[in-house]
C-alpha cells in the first residue's frame, strides 16, 4: 500500500496561508503608519525598517493634490488629502509673512504643538530650510519630541516661532506655554499665533500672557478644516526693554480703577438687568432671578487664563453654594477649579477636611488682620441646629456690643482679605467669587477698590444685605441691617459702571 500525502500537504497549506496572512499585516501595518500616519516607522510602531531622517520635500505634480516625500533612497510616500491640504494652507500662510517681512528663509523656525508636523513641512517646501517643530510624540523628521511649557531649547534660540490649530488655548499650562516662547525667542524675533479667541474678553486675555511682546498684526482669515473654521492670527514681536504689549495694561493702582476695564464693561451691557425697585418679597424675586443670570463662561472664551479659581467668601458648610450649585451648575469649559471657602463659623470646618480640591481659610474676610466678634444672629422662628444655624456677623472688638443681643457672640481672628486675594491670585488667573458676608460686603467691596484688588475678580455674586420685609413677619422689616434697598443697588450699579460683572445674589 502506497503512503498518504494528504496530511502532509494540508499542514504545507495551512503553514503557507498562515505565512501569507502574516506578511499581509506587516504590510498593512507598515502602510499604516506611512500613508494615513505620515509618520516614519520605528520598533515600537512594528515595523522592520525606518525612513532615513535626511529628506528632500517636493509637492507632487497631477491633479490629485497628492504630496510626495523623497528621500535620498528614492522612497516615495503620499500623504491624506488632509494632510496636503494643511501644507498647501500653511505655505500660503508663511509665505504671506515673507512678504510682510516677520519671516525669511534664513530664519531659524520653531512650530509649538505639531503633532503632524505639516506646518514644518510647508515651511521648508518654501525656502525656511531651518525648521524643526515640537510635539508630546516624536514625528521624524519633522517634528521632535517635546513639550510646550517645557521646550527642549536654549534661551534666545529661535528667529521665529509658530503655534497653529489652537494649540495655546488647548493647553492646560497657558502661562507656562507663553513663557517658554518668551525664553526661546530672540529679541525682535516674531512668533505667529492661530486661536479661537474672536471676543474681546478672550483676545485680552491672551494677550495678557505676554507683556513682554509687542503686537504688530491681527486680522482674521479662513480656516481650513471644521476644527478651526475661523483663526485670529496674532503676530507678536518680542521686545528688548520688556515693554508691555501695545494695548492697554492691568493696573492697580491706589484708586482701584483697571485701566483695561473698558472692554468689561462691554460684557456688563451683556448682563441680565438690575432689579430696580425693591421686592416685596425677596426670598421669592431674588431666587427667581438667578435663572436670567447670564454667566461670563457663557458669552466669552475663558481658555486663556492661567488658573482656574472660585473664591467662596461666607461659605457656610459645603451644600450652601459650593457643592450645590457652583461645582453643579457653574458653566466652566471643561476647566478645573480650585476653591477657596472662607468661613469663620467653626461648626462648618470639620467637614471641609474631607474635601478635595478646596481650601478652606478658617477666618472672618475683614478690611484687615485683627480680633473680631462674630455674633450669630436667630432669626424669628429659626431652630438653631447646624444646617440651620443663624447667620454671623463680624464686626470690631472696639464697636462690638452685645447688650441686649440675643445670641451667641465669640472671638475670632479677621484677616485683610483684599491683600489675600492680590497674593493669591493674578490678572492672568479666572476669579470668580460668590460672598454672602452679613452685611459686611459694605465694608469689603470699597477695600477691594480701593487696593485694586478688584481688577482681579471676572465676575461676582454678591447677595447685599438691607432692611428688608421678613418672611415670618409680614409688614416689618429685618432689624439686623441698617443699609436700605437702595444702597445696595447703588453698590452693585458702581461695580457694575467699573466694569466688574455683578450679580444679585440671593
Known sequence: MEPTTGKPSFLRNVLTRLLLFGVFIIVARFAYIITIAGESCNVGDFC????????????????AGALAVESNDAVEVYVSKDWVRAVHFYSSVFQDLISDGYLSPESKSLCVETPTGHDVFALKEIGVSDSIGISKKASKPLVKAGLAHRMPFRNNTFDFIFSGEGGLEKSARSADFASE??????????????IKATDTYSFHSFLDLFNNFKVVKWHDIDGFDSSMPSIREIVLRKEFDGIGHEFENFDDDSTGKCSSHGYKQELVKNAEPLIPEEPLKPWITLKRNIKNIKYLPSMVDISYKNKYVYVDVGARSYGSSIGSWFRKQYPKQNKTFHVYAIEADKTFHQEYGLKKGITLLPYAAWVKNETLTFEIHHDPGEHVEVKGRGMGRIQPLQSSSSDGFDGEVEKIQGFDFANWLKNTVSKNDFVVMKMDVEGTEFDLIPRLFETGAICLVDEIFLECHYNRWQRCCPGQRSPKYEKTYDQCLELFTTLRQSGVLVHQWW
Not at 48 to 63: D, H, K, Q, R, Y
Not at 181 to 194: M, N, S
Open 48 to 63: 522592520f525598517f525606518s525612513l532615513p531622517e535626511t529628506l528632500n520635500f517636493v509637492i507632487a505634480g497631477g491633479g
Open 181 to 194: 516662547i518668551a525664553r526661546t525667542l530672540k529679541p525682535e524675533g516674531f512668533v505667529v499665533f492661530h
